[in-house]
């Protein structure tokens, strides 16, 4: 009895506490983070700052005829860029030690993580599809915002598919999510309205709304580009 006794009490201490969900998972090798979510929150958003508005500046004096829609379109696609590659590609890299670094990208991940603890126990699911949007959807997205920017015929196809990926990966994070729920009763997120609402809930609908809505419009610009191939081919035909 002693032996088991000690036993139990060497491995609690050997357990990084943590304030992750669901209770008691296992995060090996767990750091805690060091900048406060004010300060994690401050550098993010800051530097989303510096990304789009040279971005915008760019647009409007390099491309003053582009409509607006086209340069919220572009700057969008430079975010998802910078995101994917950088954020995401960075996760991608270090998944399997992510909870041990304390770098200020590793410490945004366990600042979103109180929303989602898979990204801190190298979720199978989470790693695949976080590989793949940085891997397929960072560079594309840069390849979509220079093809707006230069009125380059492959912007919809090119919009039409990223989009759809990435509207697929996001219905996958959600639906993952809502089956451990709901089968095994297993949450991820924090109980706190700010971690599940805010970071779980809002932040990851952007990339529902958004590639759903270009979906739409790279549709409907498609289309009128084959009627009007086809309402030519008439024409010549009539002739």
Not at 168 to 193: H, N, Q
């Amino acid at each position: 009895m002693a032996d088991i006794l000690n036993s139990t009490i060497s491995q609690s201490l050997d357990t990084p506490v943590h304030p992750y969900y669901p209770l008691g998972v296992v995060i090996a090798g767990y750091v805690a983070k060091t900048l406060s979510t004010q300060e994690i929150l401050s550098i993010f958003t800051g530097t989303c700052v510096c990304i789009l508005g040279p971005t915008w500046l760019y647009l409007r004096h390099a491309r003053r005829n582009l409509s607006n829609s086209d340069v919220l379109t572009a700057l969008w696609f430079v975010l998802c860029g910078f995101i994917h590659l950088g954020l995401e590609g960075y996760f991608a890299l270090h998944a399997r030690d992510l909870a041990s670094r304390s770098t200020v990208l590793a410490q945004l991940w366990k600042e979103y993580s109180l929303s989602d603890s898979r990204y801190l126990t190298a979720d199978t699911f989470v790693v695949c599809m976080e590989t793949v949007t940085a891997v397929c959807w960072g560079p594309l997205s840069f390849a979509i915002a220079w093809c707006i920017a230069s009125d380059h015929p492959l912007r919809h196809p090119l919009q039409s598919i990223v989009s759809l990926g990435q509207l697929y990966g996001d219905v996958l994070y959600y639906g993952t999510c809502a089956v451990d729920f709901i089968a095994f009763g297993r949450e991820y997120s924090r109980p706190e309205l700010a971690y599940y609402w805010g970071y779980y809930v809002f932040l990851n609908a952007f990339w529902i709304v958004i590639p759903l809505c270009l979906v739409v419009s790279s549709a409907r610009e498609t289309a009128r580009a084959f009627a009007a191939v086809k309402a030519g081919l008439k024409a010549e035909k009539k002739k």
